[in-house]
């Protein structure tokens, strides 16, 4: 796509980030409020929290496709990775590889930060997205757990 670059998410971005990521909340059924997503939007704009995010910009400089991310330990190997939390592009503008996009960019700012990987997980049923990291990423034998708490 002509004119797409990928940036840090500014405050210009409020009203698309939250369409952006009601979108996401949607696609994988999680009951999200405005109170929720102000928190992380704070979150983003805050330089004590450790997430981050990117958006992805169209030619007019609309935000329609968003990456928040964040520095872990990994102390097995006494590295810092990155983990990527949540990646989400406009249903509409699928296709263009602006996910792809995202993940070169959020790899260019591991390498700055001298990050030893890029981890994330995904939904086993999320196909799309899966046929886009098995192009760019490596899948592993990893297995997830949760304790709800």
């Not at 990646?87 to 990050?115: H, S, T």
Request: proline residues 5%; hydrophobic residues 45%; without cysteine.
């Amino acid at each position: 796509m002509t004119g797409l670059r990928v940036i840090p998410v500014e405050p210009r971005h409020r009203a698309d980030w939250d369409r952006l990521y009601a979108g996401y909340a949607e696609f994988y059924g999680v009951a999200q409020t405005p109170a929720m997503r102000d928190r992380v939007w704070s979150w983003l704009h805050d330089p004590a929290h450790g997430t981050r995010g990117l958006v992805a910009e169209d030619a007019e400089g609309r935000a329609v496709g968003l990456a928040h991310f964040r520095a872990f330990a990994r102390p097995l190997s006494a590295t810092t990775g990155g983990y990527l939390d949540d990646l989400f592009v406009d249903p509409q503008m699928r296709g263009q590889r602006m996910a792809d996009a995202l993940i070169a960019a959020l790899a260019e700012e591991g390498r700055r930060q001298g990050w030893s990987v890029i981890r994330w997980i995904t939904a086993e049923n999320n196909a799309r997205a899966r046929a886009v990291y098995d192009r760019v990423a490596t899948l592993t034998p990893w297995r997830t757990y949760d304790i709800p708490l």
